[in-house]
């Protein structure tokens, strides 16, 4: 058996093979920890102590998984965000560090506007719903997914992460589904919004195992979503309502202009990168 110095290297130098040498020592760092149960420092000071034989098997088991290109946070089944550890699978997009952006954006948004009635569109893991919740406790939260496996997952994390939220199984595109839904504050949402044309420049561990239902739109219809948001949103969005969305990158300037043609004050807002993010669009 290899002890946790050996463990970490021989691990390291098989992601090596896919990964640079830093994000290989992290994921490897990540998996070992979660095969363990050790921080680094505890490896570190018990680093001739040997992996028992569970914890090697698991160790064959994951290295074969994640040298498949498979994401470590699909490996392990976790992934932490804004704080929390939240369980996910194939089913749901891994949650991104800039959606922790979006999260606590509209949190000041909320605290400033006094709102308490928000919608979270596209839930996926209910990384965000939960979030807000977190923070925000007396807020009341729906959340809607076209996804049956989606939704499960997310009522699954609500409950370990002990918060109640409303969750609703919608196809949001379907305008007839919409009579379904109250008014709102804020409309919260990190919907699909990458080009089919760009899968071509996509990692493999990406266009292999996250859910293409939550990441692509057509190329000649890349803004769908936030066309049914905007239309959605002078429904069902109270006096004073506003959307905060992330958005594609490059298409910050036409989902801009498609949300002011449909009568909305907006501000384009930039991540730590530099890149336009985020859009708020107030009724």
Known sequence: MMNMQQTTKFLTQQLCSIYEKQEALTIANMVIEHITGLKRIDRIIHKNVSLNTIQQNQLNTFTKELL?????????????????NFYVDEHVLIPRPETEELVELTIKTV?????KHILDIGCGSGCISIALKKK???????????????????????EALETDINFLQIDFLNE????????????????????????????????????????????????????????????HLNSNGMIIAEINESLGNETKK??????????????????????????
């Open 68 to 84: 498949s290109h498979k994401p470590v946070q699909y490996v392990l089944q976790e992934a932490w965000f804004a704080g929390m």
């Open 111 to 115: 605290e400033e506007k006094g709102a």
């Open 136 to 158: 925000i406790q007396e807020a009341f939260i729906t959340a809607v997914d076209i996804s049956t496996n989606a939704l499960n997952i997310a009522k699954k994390n609500a």
């Open 176 to 235: 007839s589904q919409w009579k379904q839904l109250p008014a709102f504050d804020i409309i919260v949402s990190n919907p699909p919004y990458i080009k089919q044309s760009g899968i071509n420049e996509m990692h493999r561990h990406v266009i292999n195992y996250e859910p293409h239902l939550a990441l692509f739109v057509p190329d000649e219809d890349a803004l769908l979503f936030y066309k049914k948001m905007a239309i959605f949103g002078k429904i």
């Open 258 to 283: 498609l949300f002011e043609e449909t009568g909305y004050k907006t501000t384009l807002i930039k991540d730590l990168q530099g890149k336009e993010r985020i859009i708020k669009a107030l009724s």
